[in-house]
């Protein structure tokens, strides 16, 4: 299992030793957020910028902003390795077109109350899907299980029509949570208060793995 770390709640006053302190994660997870598309803001570009020069690890950017189209340049000059764009966004299919144009790996995601047919167009075109395991807006909130559901649907299509997505679940996963993932599909794992609030971030992240 792959693990993406949120560091939705890091100290950004200490950001290098923050990011020091799970530089075993496979993925920096960055939770991009408006205010409109869910009720938090959290950063942007101002404030990821200089992010390539205090890290090397992969950047997976989660924009849950109701425009994306209009901010992919931002999210790709700071070094994305994927962006991803939600579903119910404003033309999210422009946007995919835009970030795979860009040599950026495409993601696309869905709420817990979007059907998983509405992301069919987007199967053929895609680098991941990220399926969200609770209300997106926040971090600390409790896993949906329910929504493994839509995993295995993308799985078993992934699996028949030979397509090339990472399958990606977000919101709820700890050491408890994590044991009904394994052998579902999932790729990645996102993870957010569980490795931050560890004391022990490493061990946090190993037990994910
Ligand atoms: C929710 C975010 C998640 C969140 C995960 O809107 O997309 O990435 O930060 O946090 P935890 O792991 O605390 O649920
Ligand atoms: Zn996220």
Do not use: C, W
């Not at 409109?36 to 910028?49: E, M, Q, R, T, W």
């Not at 992969?58 to 000059?77: G, S, V």
């Not at 709420?111 to 600390?140: Q, R, W």
């Amino acid at each position: 299992m792959k693990v993406a770390t949120s560091i939705l709640t890091a100290d950004f006053n200490n950001l290098k030793a923050e990011i020091d302190s799970i530089k075993t994660t496979d993925f920096i997870h960055l939770d991009v957020m408006d205010g409109h598309f869910v009720p938090n803001i959290s950063f942007g570009y101002a404030v990821l910028k200089n992010l390539r020069k205090i890290t090397n690890l992969k950047l997976d950017t989660h924009l849950m902003i109701d425009n994306p189209l209009d901010y992919i340049d931002d999210f790709a000059k700071i070094g994305s390795d994927y962006i991803t764009v939600h579903v119910e966004a404003n033309k999210p299919l422009e946007a995919v077109k835009h970030i795979i144009s860009k040599g950026i790996k495409a993601g696309i995601s869905l709420k817990p109350k979007t059907k998983p047919e509405v992301l069919l167009p987007y199967l053929s075109l895609v680098d991941l899907i990220l399926v969200m395991t609770v209300e997106p807006g926040f971090g600390g909130q409790k896993f949906m299980k329910e929504q493994m559901e839509k995993v295995k649907y993308f799985a078993e299509l992934r699996e028949k029509h030979n397509y090339n997505y990472l399958i990606e679940i977000d919101g709820g996963i700890n050491e408890k949570t994590i044991s009904q993932v394994h052998n579902t599909g999932v790729d990645i794992v996102v993870a957010g208060s569980y490795i931050l609030n560890a004391k022990d971030r490493f061990q946090a992240i190993e037990s994910l793995k």
